[in-house]
């Protein structure tokens, strides 16, 4: 059966910090992969998606980059983090066309 | 491009009392829709889905029907219990593309 791994769970960064959050899936292959940020009151937020290795669709500028250097691995980064990217982020993938989203237990990141 | 509007809630509901979350949407062609259920500290996790015009999904208790005529997809169940306390969101389209409602905030009380 598939499975997507998300870490870590919780994340406390001062601002101006680097940062990296991971995400792997098993259990299938070539998988679109999605991270989203949700905000309290403002729902979910797509940030970036891929549809292959090196692929990456960006949906909202902001100091946020993601990479996808292996099939199944989905890595959210920033150089330096800014008190706005405070937030929840969720891993998903997607198997196909009319395929639901499964998500990560997601990452709660403070910037502080 | 793709839309879905749901209200936010909370919804406070005595156990045992009947639950409508409703949803709409504003898509292009035929889009599938879901419903996903996300529980406190979580992520989210599919409840239940449709494909096409009058499907119903149905998965613990929870019903919802695709509506071409009104673009509508509203959530039900006949008896709730505090363990459905969580936010719900309703989502349209598929591939590549899902765009979510605002989430509805559920909470049961005994």
């Known amino acids: 059966s598939q499975t997507i791994h998300q870490w870590p769970a919780t994340l406390v960064q001062p601002v101006g910090s680097p940062l990296s959050l991971e995400c792997t899936v098993e259990?299938?292959?070539?998988?679109?992969l999605y991270w989203y940020r949700q905000a309290a009151g403002r729902g979910l937020q797509l940030l970036f998606y891929?549809?292959?290795?090196?692929?990456i669709s960006s949906e909202v500028p902001q100091n946020l980059s993601a990479s996808r250097p292996q099939d199944r691995q989905f890595i959210l980064s920033s150089k330096k983090l800014l008190l706005s990217d405070s937030g929840f982020y969720l891993c998903?993938?997607?198997?196909?066309?009319?395929?639901?989203?499964?998500f990560g237990n997601g990452t709660r990141l403070t910037v502080t | 491009g793709d839309s879905v509007t749901q209200m936010e809630g909370p919804v406070t509901l005595s156990e045992e009392a009947f639950l409508t979350i409703n949803c709409t949407y504003t898509?292009?062609?035929?889009?599938?829709l879901f419903w996903y259920v996300q529980y406190p500290g979580e992520g989210l996790q599919l409840l239940l889905k449709?494909?096409?015009?009058?499907d119903k999904g149905s998965n613990k208790g929870f019903e919802a029907t695709y509506r071409k005529e009104t673009t509508s997809f509203h959530l039900e169940k006949g008896s709730v219990q505090v363990s459905d306390s969580a936010v719900y969101f309703c989502?349209?389209?598929?591939?590549?593309?899902?765009?979510f409602g605002i989430g509805t905030k559920l909470q049961v009380i005994p």
């Open positions: 998903a993938w997607e198997g196909g066309q009319n395929s639901p989203l499964h």
């Open positions: 259990g299938t292959s070539n998988p679109n």
């Open positions: 891929s549809v292959g290795i090196g692929q």
């Open positions: 898509a292009t062609g035929y889009p599938s």
């Open positions: 449709a494909t096409k015009a009058d």
């Open positions: 989502a349209t389209g598929g591939y590549q593309k899902v765009t």
